[in-house]
């Protein structure tokens, strides 16, 4: 079945870097648009950044912009999310999601940034 599966959160200092990792299976990852989202606590969760299947098309929520690349691997089935210049107000969980018919999302990864 389908499974994302994140990794690479952390405690990092506000101006840190942390590199988040999406695994993908259960699916043809290639074929697939993905998706990074956050929740923040006691806040719903938004969207951050979106990349295409062959990784040539990515979009930026305004809050991300500047500071964070998504990437990915297609050999590898993984998607990437690199974040620069950490604040304290991107603490939240990180999931990333795709559509296979449905909506797929995986348990998260949480990143918490130090003031």
């Known amino acids: 079945q389908v499974q994302l599966v994140e990794s690479g959160g952390g405690l990092v200092e506000s101006g840190g870097s942390l590199l988040l990792s999406c695994k993908g299976s259960?699916?043809?990852?290639?074929?697939?648009?993905i998706e990074w989202y956050r929740q923040a606590p006691g806040q719903e969760r938004s969207w951050v950044a979106t990349i295409g299947n062959e990784g040539r098309s990515t979009t930026y929520a305004d809050s991300a912009k500047g500071r964070f690349t998504i990437s990915r691997d297609n050999a590898e089935a993984t998607a990437y999310l690199q974040m620069n210049s950490l604040k304290p107000e991107d603490t939240a969980v990180y999931f990333c999601?795709?559509?296979?018919?449905?909506?797929?999302w995986g348990k998260g990864t949480l990143v918490t940034v130090s003031s």
């Open positions: 999601h795709v559509v296979v018919n449905t909506d797929y």
């Open positions: 259960g699916f043809k990852f290639g074929y697939y648009a």
